[in-house]
């Protein structure tokens, strides 16, 4: 008899302790993502590349990175997050318990823009594509970043394994809802209209502006300048 309740109790027990795991569970994610369950379907995280690669497919490294993301026009602050640049996911670590934690795919399907510490992104459509931008600039102009990454095999003689390149970037100029391509001077110098262009060359001699080694401070301060001419 004591043998039978105490079975009971173990079973009582264990069904509660999965309730209570479930509902903890839930609560942490219903902290990030709210209420509704179309704003935490995203997947688990589960790209692994093969052993021996070198290099990640993250942006900056595979440590996640302070940020905040706006969902359905609703912010969410101080989470934990990681931009995969290979396969183009927003990732979410969300911590389990003290020892663990997991990556969440952000849906796409609701996501408007996230920033990665002081990097701003945002989902754009162009000729019917959809993709997440870096955007600089905060006037008419913009200048819009679309980061990627490739994978490869190694290029060492003989070598079986894989690597991933460095992170590498479209350049544009948004105008007038209008995306171009530049890739240097030349051709951004280009995008403007001929009565802008003597104030832009000299802007760029003056402050001895270098496009491939431009921060985004800088290109920012660019692209406001012409902004406001």
Same mark, same amino acid.
């Given at each position: 008899?004591?043998?039978?309740?105490?079975?009971? +109790?173990? +079973?009582?027990? +264990?069904?509660?302790?999965? #309730?209570?795991?479930?509902?903890?569970?839930? =609560?942490?994610?219903?902290?990030?993502?709210?209420?509704?369950?179309?704003?935490?379907?995203?997947?688990?995280?589960?790209? /692994?590349?093969?052993?021996? &690669?070198?290099?990640?497919?993250?942006? $900056?490294?595979?440590?996640?990175?302070?940020? %905040?993301? &706006?969902?359905?026009?609703? &912010? /969410?602050?101080?989470?934990?997050?990681?931009?995969?640049?290979?396969?183009?996911?927003?990732?979410? =670590?969300?911590?389990?318990?003290?020892?663990?934690?997991?990556?969440?795919? $952000?849906?796409? @399907?609701?996501?408007?823009?996230?920033?990665?510490?002081?990097?701003?992104?945002?989902?754009? =459509?162009?000729?019917?594509?959809?993709? /997440?931008?870096?955007?600089?600039?905060?006037?008419?102009?913009? $200048?819009?970043?679309?980061?990627?990454?490739?994978?490869?095999?190694?290029?060492?003689?003989?070598?079986?394994?894989?690597? /991933?390149? @460095?992170?590498?970037?479209?350049?544009?100029?948004?105008? #007038?809802? $209008?995306?171009? =391509?530049?890739? #240097?001077? %030349?051709? +951004?110098? @280009?995008?403007?209209?001929?009565?802008?262009?003597?104030?832009?060359?000299?802007?760029?001699?003056?402050?001895?502006?270098?496009?491939? %080694?431009?921060?985004?401070?800088?290109?920012?301060?660019?692209?406001?300048?012409?902004?406001?001419?």
């Amino acid at each position: 008899m004591k043998s039978f309740a105490c079975s009971i +109790f173990l +079973f009582i027990f +264990f069904c509660l302790s999965g #309730n209570l795991f479930s509902q903890h569970t839930y =609560s942490g994610l219903e902290k990030v993502y709210g209420s509704d369950p179309l704003l935490f379907n995203g997947k688990k995280y589960d790209f /692994f590349p093969p052993l021996g &690669t070198s290099g990640h497919q993250y942006l $900056v490294s595979t440590e996640e990175i302070s940020g %905040r993301v &706006t969902i359905k026009g609703i &912010t /969410f602050e101080n989470i934990m997050l990681n931009y995969d640049i290979y396969n183009q996911e927003l990732l979410l =670590s969300y911590t389990e318990s003290a020892e663990s934690s997991t990556l969440i795919q $952000v849906s796409k @399907a609701w996501l408007e823009s996230f920033y990665l510490e002081d990097r701003y992104f945002e989902k754009c =459509s162009f000729e019917e594509e959809t993709r /997440f931008y870096q955007v600089l600039g905060s006037d008419t102009l913009k $200048v819009l970043y679309f980061w990627k990454k490739y994978f490869e095999l190694d290029k060492s003689f003989g070598s079986k394994n894989f690597s /991933f390149s @460095a992170a590498n970037k479209n350049m544009f100029v948004l105008k #007038n809802e $209008v995306l171009l =391509s530049f890739k #240097n001077k %030349r051709s +951004f110098i @280009a995008i403007f209209e001929p009565e802008k262009k003597s104030a832009i060359k000299a802007y760029l001699h003056n402050s001895r502006f270098k496009f491939k %080694r431009a921060d985004d401070v800088s290109m920012a301060g660019l692209i406001d300048y012409i902004s406001n001419l």
